[in-house]
Nanobody
Framework: QVQVVESGGGLVQPGGSLRLSCAASGRIFSILLMGWYRQAPGKQRELVATITSNGMRNTADSVQGRFTISRDNAKDMVYLQMNSLKVEDTAVYYC?????????WGQGTQVTVSS
């Protein structure tokens, strides 16, 4: 069974940076989309950034210019470089892996931006 595990979250002050990593393991075929979503306290889950199997990116307006999504050469990992973090970026960040007929979510990693 495929598993998706995030890492790299933590506590950072406003203006700081974090790099999130997501590793997918197990039997994985026909992955079409990988990405990051987040859910802040009292809010619904929202898209942060996604990247397709051919490298096309989609980034939310709220993080555009600050966050960058990328994949490794093996296409079994996805990263989120987060710069110039704001208090409103505080959320649980979830890794997403989607194929033609499946969606897999990681367990989430907490990002807290606070002074």
């Amino acid at each position: 069974q495929v598993q998706v595990v995030e890492s790299g979250g933590g506590l950072v002050q406003p203006g700081g940076s974090l790099r999130l990593s997501c590793a997918a393991s197990g039997r994985i075929f026909s992955i079409l989309l990988m990405g990051w979503y987040r859910q802040a306290p009292g809010k619904q889950r929202e898209l942060v950034a996604t990247i397709t199997s051919n490298g096309m990116r989609n980034t939310a307006d709220s993080v555009q210019g600050r966050f960058t999504i990328s994949r490794d050469n093996a296409k079994d990992m996805v990263y989120l470089q987060m710069n110039s973090l704001k208090v409103e970026d505080t959320a649980v960040y979830y890794c997403y892996v989607g194929g033609r007929d499946f969606e897999i979510w990681g367990q989430g990693t907490q990002v807290t931006v606070s002074s």
